[in-house]
């Protein structure tokens, strides 16, 4: 059982959508993430059917693959933009609350 965060799953879809030639390697650089990251988030994607791995016939590297995220994992990426989307909206009101505290706390240090 993978551990695959909505944010990792959001980022690697949404990256793959638009770029399913990218090579692990530059997937880790475009997301500042480890390759063994990237790594174990393309496995969990592979494992859950959201995302197919074909080998690039026409890459110089006959290694290569694209990563193609299927019908599933383009539906799970709606769903998993919803929650990282409250998630974030979230934190944003919770920096918010804190940005208010640290202006009353300096308007109070002000008045001493």
């Not at 793959?16 to 480890?34: K, Y």
Request: with cysteine.
């Amino acid at each position: 059982m993978s551990f695959l965060s909505d944010e990792d799953s959001y980022r690697i879809l949404k990256l793959l959508e638009s770029q399913p030639e990218l090579s692990q390697r530059q997937i880790a650089r475009e997301l500042s993430v480890s390759l063994g990251k990237v790594n174990f988030c393309l496995k969990a994607l592979i494992d859950k059917g959201l995302v197919k791995a074909r080998r690039f016939s026409r890459s110089p590297n006959k290694k290569a693959y694209l990563y193609i995220p299927t019908l599933k994992g383009i539906e799970e990426k709606g769903k998993v933009t919803l929650r990282f989307l409250a998630i974030k909206q979230q934190e944003h009101q919770e920096l918010i609350s804190e940005i208010e505290a640290l202006k009353d706390e300096v308007g109070k240090l002000s008045k001493v």
